[in-house]
């Protein structure tokens, strides 16, 4: 009798999994939007976008709050400068150090922000060689997380650090 019960709950736990399978459509929840497709290109856009949370459950993940195409490419532009800081002592007290680890002569704009987004500090510099480091003064900084931010004059290369000051 065991046996038997045993196999009608296994037979309906199977047979309830076997029809519980969905399918995701992509699909946006916000206040307005639009899409338009022609032979060449499609656009879509939306305006307002109510939730951003993002959800995963077994091998499913579920990102909410912003469009995102069913293909991500990527490329590297034939102007690609190799980019990468490091900055220093993190954390730090009075000044910071940042160094450039470039593979040519460029101009970077650096820029620190709180948490809140509140821009601190901005600071252009012309020419920065590979291998100089750049030193910031954060004497007058209340003690907190801040981000600093290196990019381009164009804006097309960017690298963000957390820097926290003591």
Request: glycine share 8%; charged share 20%.
């Amino acid at each position: 009798m065991r046996k038997r019960i045993f196999v009608v709950l296994a037979a309906t736990f199977f047979t309830v999994c076997g029809f519980a399978q969905i399918a995701l459509e992509p699909s946006v929840l916000a206040s307005g939007g639009g899409y338009a497709e022609t032979e060449t290109m499609s656009i879509s856009w939306t305006l307002g976008e109510l939730v951003t949370a993002t959800l995963t459950g077994g091998d499913m993940i579920l990102t909410q709050g912003f469009q995102q195409p069913a293909d991500i490419g990527t490329g590297i532009s034939a102007k690609e400068l190799n980019l990468q800081i490091t900055a220093y002592p993190n954390p730090v007290a009075d000044v910071l150090f940042v160094k450039f680890d470039i593979d040519r002569t460029k101009e970077f704009w650096i820029e620190i922000q709180d948490v809140t987004g509140r821009v601190i500090s901005l600071e252009q510099h012309k020419e920065v060689f590979p291998g100089d480091i750049v030193q910031i003064n954060t004497s007058n900084f209340t003690y907190g997380v801040y981000f600093l931010k290196v990019f381009t004059p164009d804006r097309e290369q960017s690298q963000v650090l957390s820097i926290r000051k003591l």
